[in-house]
């Protein structure tokens, strides 16, 4: 986790100090800039799920500087507990069940995006010791960043860091209480395909 971490900020970092229109190249500089797309359909994926043995699928709609998205996630295998910044990762594992979600951003610079999203979210909780499941439904809310880099006109890689938070929520495992974690700060990255666009 903490190498996956460390590798999408670097990443991050790389994208956002050579932007767009810094580079030469008209490969990694379409003229003019998406940034100043007035309005774009655009799909993407958070494709690490797809290793996991899980999907994630968003549509959003640019316009100007706004952008709305809606998703679908399931994480497969994917156990996020280690996420969360008061966990029980000793002793419980944490998936990703379908669950959509809907994100407003905001271009802040060039394609550099800050949003809010709202993801109701139903976690598959296992106890590892058992094998035993129970499911938590939570409606999470929070804040990310990310810069989306574009490969070409059509192509782009969105690296990104998010800060999910949610309400209390505790199930019983045969005297073993498990409390889901208020906060969760996870890197993401996606690659999208922007399907139209106007200047």
Do not use: C
């Not at 005297?175 to 974690?181: D, H, L, N, R």
């Amino acid at each position: 986790m903490k190498s996956y971490l460390l590798l999408t900020i670097a990443i991050f970092y790389g994208m956002v100090v050579h932007a767009q229109d810094s580079v030469k190249s008209s490969f990694w500089h379409p003229d003019p800039p998406h940034y100043k797309a007035k309005q774009a359909i655009e799909a993407e994926s958070l494709f690490p799920m797809f290793f996991t043995g899980g999907y994630h699928a968003a549509v959003g709609f640019r316009y100007d500087k706004f952008r709305v998205r809606v998703s679908v996630i399931n994480g497969g295998t994917y156990n996020a507990e280690p996420a969360g910044l008061k966990n029980q990762k000793e002793d419980f594992k944490r998936f990703y069940k379908t669950s959509p979600g809907i994100f407003l951003g905001y271009n802040i610079w060039k394609n550099l995006e800050l949003y809010t999203f709202l993801e109701m979210h139903t976690f598959a909780i296992e106890q590892k010791s058992t094998g035993i499941r129970q499911d938590i439904r939570s409606n999470d809310f929070g804040g990310g960043i990310s810069y989306q880099f574009f490969f070409g006109k059509y192509l782009y890689l969105q690296p990104g860091l998010h800060l999910y938070l949610r309400g209390d929520k505790t199930r019983d495992f045969n005297g073993a209480p498990y409390t889901i974690p208020n906060a969760d700060v996870a890197p993401v990255i996606r690659i999208g395909y922007r399907l139209w666009e106007k200047q």
